[in-house]
């Protein structure tokens, strides 16, 4: 039986031998699994309510659905661009997902901070506007974890592939 080939040359360190066996793993495939059922379902849920309204919904209300719909589509379309790699993305796909996650919650507390503004009272702006910020500083602290990962695993790449030049 060969062992897996995992993009790096034979005699690479237990390190990045471990990391990049973590990222074709089973576990992990599952969870782009899950990711990406639970992406799809959601728009096509959203979809579905949408078009099964008896009446035309308000701008607002569409532009937010079709936002969702967007969303869960982005979500869905990660994960399966996670899922149809035969090789190791040197942690790529958490880069692409932290940036996702920061967009969206970037724009989802701006657009929220507005309307509660507009529509609600100081106290819900003020909490909107927290909730919005401490969701974009998580994900601005993800994808800023994502990308040293991925300088790291292809530090070590190609210092493997250095070697066996």
Not at 84 to 93: C, E, F, M
């Amino acid at each position: 039986m060969s062992e897996p080939d995992y993009g790096a040359p034979r005699g690479m360190p237990a390190e990045l031998e471990r990391a990049l066996a973590a990222e074709v793993s089973l576990r992990s495939r599952m969870r782009y699994v899950a990711v990406g059922l639970a992406g799809g379902c959601a728009a096509v849920l959203i979809a579905v309510l949408w078009a099964t309204e008896p009446q035309a919904l308000p701008v607002r209300t569409q532009a937010v659905f079709a936002g969702l719909i967007a969303v869960g589509l982005a979500w869905a379309a990660v994960a399966a661009w996670a899922l149809t790699r035969r090789r190791p993305l040197y942690a790529q796909d958490q880069v692409v997902g932290a940036r996702l996650a920061l967009a969206v919650s970037t724009v989802t507390g701006i657009v929220g901070t507005a309307l509660a503004s507009v529509r609600g009272t100081t106290t819900a702006a003020l909490t909107t506007a927290l909730v919005g910020i401490a969701l974009t500083a998580t994900a601005g602290v993800l994808l800023a974890r994502a990308r040293s990962r991925r300088r790291e695993l292809l530090r070590l790449r190609d210092v493997l592939h250095g070697d066996c030049a």
